[in-house]
């Protein structure tokens, strides 16, 4: 328990400043395929020196390996941040929050469909406080949602992003075995390390196709800041990696689906640290929004543990 609250609020924590200066970065360079790329490869650069220091051992992978787990997981999960990177940049933080929220539900889906998991009844109710709550506590007093913001490019690229998530989560959980550990040396950090660098060479393509040449010259451009958009795009990157190597332990000692739910409650976390150093004032709908929340978590948490265990198979 105490490894897994720690790796939580790291994650959390990570998650909290990434998203704070993401949007910052996007703010002044708003070219996301680019700054999306850039945060992976900033990831690279903070793995790959440890591996070849010898600061920690690198994964033992060879080339059908990779292309046979790695590759479909890094096409999953850059498509997933880059869409993520475009939805908050790109449209009303509300929506991307409420689409974002629906992941332990997507989770579920992908589990009875792929998985063959038959979760029960409470388990299923217990969802829906969790996206009810984070859904109440991120939308802003008087907000009104028009169905036709359900169908904009940011809605789309949010909801892009939480399924590309959670299948790779579903695809990364399989590789958590003990053999692949102790024959791969792919440890919770050492499966997301590798799966940076192949996000990153996945997305160099596609993210200087769509914007390498105006991301150039607006980067060119006088009057940019350039030291301080490499600066938030390097600590925001640096941020994104260390917040998703603590969500990939979690991931180990969890599952799928309980850590989508964990997930959901981070979003929760945010606003409480917007409070904390932002200095933004809670309001009656966080404080109501946030408890319904965490009682969904609480739920879902003794559901699961009073579910009757599978037989083994023999």
Same mark, same amino acid.
């Given at each position: 328990m105490l490894a897994l609250a720690f790796n939580l609020l790291g994650w959390y924590s990570c998650n909290s400043f990434f998203n704070v200066l993401n949007k910052q970065a996007l703010n002044l360079f708003p070219y996301p395929w680019v700054v999306a790329w850039l945060q992976l490869f900033a990831g690279v650069a903070l793995i790959a020196p440890a591996w070849?220091? =010898?600061? &920690?051992?690198a994964p033992k992978v060879d080339a059908h390996f990779l292309g046979a787990n790695f590759l479909p997981m890094g096409l999953l999960h850059s498509t997933g941040h880059a869409?993520?990177?475009?939805?908050? %940049?790109?449209?009303?933080?509300?929506?991307?929050?409420?689409?974002?929220?629906?992941?332990?539900?997507? %989770?579920?889906v992908i589990g009875v469909?792929?998985? %063959?998991? &038959?979760? *029960?009844?409470?388990?299923?109710? *217990?969802?829906?406080?969790?996206?009810? =709550?984070?859904?109440h506590a991120a939308m802003k007093p008087g907000a009104?949602?028009?169905? =036709?913001?359900?169908?904009?490019?940011?809605?789309?690229a949010a909801l892009t992003s939480t399924v590309c998530f959670a299948f790779a989560k579903v695809i990364a959980k399989k590789l958590m075995t003990k053999r692949i550990k102790e024959e791969r040396g792919l440890d919770a950090r050492n499966n997301y390390a590798?799966?940076?660098?192949c996000s990153c060479a996945c997305l160099v393509g596609p993210s200087l196709y769509l914007e390498g040449?105006?991301? &150039?010259?607006?980067?060119?451009?006088? %009057?940019?800041?350039?030291?301080?958009?490499?600066?938030l795009v390097a600590q925001s990157g640096a941020l994104y990696y260390l917040s998703n190597e603590f969500s990939f332990q979690v991931l180990d000692l969890l599952g799928p689906v309980p850590q989508a739910v964990a997930n959901a409650a981070k &979003?929760?976390?945010?606003?409480?640290?917007?409070?904390?150093?932002? =200095?933004?004032?809670?309001s009656q709908r966080k404080v109501v929004g946030s408890a319904v929340a965490l009682g969904g978590v609480l739920a879902y948490g003794l559901s699961r543990g009073a579910a009757p265990a599978k037989p083994k198979a023999a």
């Open positions: 070849l220091a =010898g600061l &920690r051992t869409a993520q990177v475009f939805s908050f %940049g790109a449209g009303s933080v509300f929506m991307a929050h409420v689409i974002k929220a629906l992941e332990p539900i997507i %989770g579920t469909v792929f998985l %063959g998991s &038959r979760p *029960s009844l409470a388990t299923n109710a *217990s969802l829906a406080p969790i996206v009810g =709550g984070v859904v009104t949602v028009d169905l =036709g913001d359900l169908f904009g490019p940011a809605a789309k590798l799966l940076t660098c040449a105006a991301a &150039r010259a607006a980067f060119d451009a006088p %009057g940019l800041d350039r030291t301080l958009v490499l600066k &979003r929760v976390f945010v606003l409480v640290a917007a409070v904390l150093f932002l =200095g933004e004032a809670p």
